[in-house]
């Protein structure tokens, strides 16, 4: 029985082409609205690009630079500063991001960096941030478990 299982989630993973030939189904690669050179980390959530864009990073909260957790909001375990820092580290020199929509004057978006992580899910996987459910229902982070 595990044999077939596994033969089968094998095969899920080929295709033929018309003639006859095997192919290796590849995931699709995302397609991003636009890219960030980041000038700037303003906390755990949130970084402005070298344009002024302001890109709140979607489906994650961090607490507050003063280090509280703004109402209505899940609150991060993380400190500010350890929030802030991971982001940095993440997010690097320049982001693709995915956007998600909009929130008091910042795009919302995925993003990933240049070595291709999805800073969000890289974010709640440190322990940086937390997973804003609300919104993570709209549009999941770790998407593809490309992580």
């Known amino acids: 029985m595990v044999a077939v299982v596994a033969a089968a ?8 082409t018309r003639d006859g ?10 397609v991003y609205d636009f890219g960030c050179d980041v000038a700037y980390v303003n906390d ?6 070298a344009d002024g864009t302001r890109v709140r990073i979607h489906g994650i909260s961090a607490r507050e630079t003063d280090g509280t957790c703004a109402p209505g909001h899940p ?12 982001l940095e580290r993440l997010a690097g020199r320049h982001v693709n991001c995915i956007q998600t929509g909009t929130s008091y004057n910042r795009l919302t978006a995925i993003c990933d960096n240049e070595q291709g992580v999805e800073i969000n899910c890289a974010m709640v996987e440190s322990g940086a941030a937390v997973v804003w459910d609300k919104f993570n229902r709209q549009q999941s982070i770790c998407r593809l478990g490309r992580n």
């Open 75 to 86: 609150c991060s375990p993380a400190s500010p500063e350890v929030s802030k820092a991971m």
């Open 9 to 16: 989630a094998f095969a899920g993973t080929m295709f033929f």
């Open 21 to 30: 030939e095997v192919q290796m189904a590849q995931a699709a690669a995302p």
């Open 44 to 49: 755990g959530d949130t970084l402005r690009c």
